[in-house]
């Protein structure tokens, strides 16, 4: 193993000067067993080192909302394909958006009274069709729809506002940017 | 719990654990301290050493790193948490592989 030792013995020798109570730290940024051999893991380490308590915070990788969708509609069904992988963001999403993990998201019919959404992870705009999709159905009080939707592009609004966290959605040629 | 520390690479993935930490530290009042363990280069960049080593010139400076840890330190301030960046000198290969 390279040699991480020393950076964990220079945070512990600060923990032993300055008394503290609690060391926080990013978890690993290393990815598989071959990064890990090389680049170490330094949060492992000092969790397995430490006398005081040990927060880790989550770093990046964490589902969240993108930041441009993609719209087509196919008959009553409408469809919500997001663009970037909505891991960390929507700054880095912005700038370097991850095409490999697009998640899928349907709709049943909106108006219904209760719509299911579909969403599948790991497909390409070629693979609509035959990827595998896991289900999540919603009842209109549960997701908050007080009232019909006049048009569907209202309900997209709705759901990317309220599943996605985001604000103000401009809907146009069967594109959806979230602002 | 009054002293926190967290260790920051001095990039933005530990953003996260900044914002976390401010809020655990405002709730409590505790104090943070944001360490970066830097690894030591070769000796023509001795300068480069001097000014991470100098943490009020480095804060000053537009460095990737200064940056990063000013606007850190500037984030958990805002959130009224008390905050000190200390860096320490780490040697990557003085244990070399084991």
Do not use: W
């Amino acid at each position: 193993m390279f040699a991480t030792e020393s950076f964990v013995d220079q945070v512990f020798a600060e923990v032993r000067k300055s008394n503290y109570d609690l060391i926080v730290t990013g978890s690993s940024q290393a990815r598989g067993m071959l990064r890990h051999y090389i680049m170490g893991d330094l949060t492992l380490r000092i969790l397995n080192h430490a006398n005081c308590p040990v927060l880790v915070a989550r770093a990046g990788a964490v589902a969240g909302p993108s930041r441009v969708l993609a719209f087509r509609s196919t008959g009553l069904r409408s469809q919500l394909l997001i663009l970037g992988s909505g891991r960390r963001g929507d700054l880095a999403d912005r700038r370097r958006p991850r095409r490999r993990e697009l998640p899928f998201l349907s709709t049943s019919d909106y108006n219904s009274r209760s719509c299911s959404i579909e969403i599948s992870r790991r497909i390409t705009p070629r693979r609509l069709g035959s990827h595998p999709r896991r289900t999540l159905s919603v009842s209109r009080r549960l997701a908050g729809f007080d009232s019909a939707f006049a048009h569907k592009n209202d309900f997209i609004r709705h759901i990317a506002a309220k599943f996605f966290r985001h604000r103000k959605i401009d809907i146009e040629r069967g594109e959806v940017a979230i602002v | 719990m009054k002293r926190f520390l967290v260790c920051t690479g001095g990039k933005e993935f530990i953003e996260e654990a900044v914002q976390l930490t401010g809020k655990l530290a405002a709730a409590v009042g505790a104090s943070v301290t944001l360490l970066h363990v830097m690894a030591e280069p070769p000796a023509i960049y001795a300068d480069l050493v001097r000014l991470e080593e100098d943490v009020t010139r480095l804060l000053e400076s537009n460095s990737e790193l200064g940056i990063n840890l000013r606007t850190q330190k500037q984030d958990l301030e805002k959130l009224g948490v008390p905050t000190e960046v200390h860096v320490r000198h780490g040697i990557v290969c003085r244990s070399g592989f084991r």
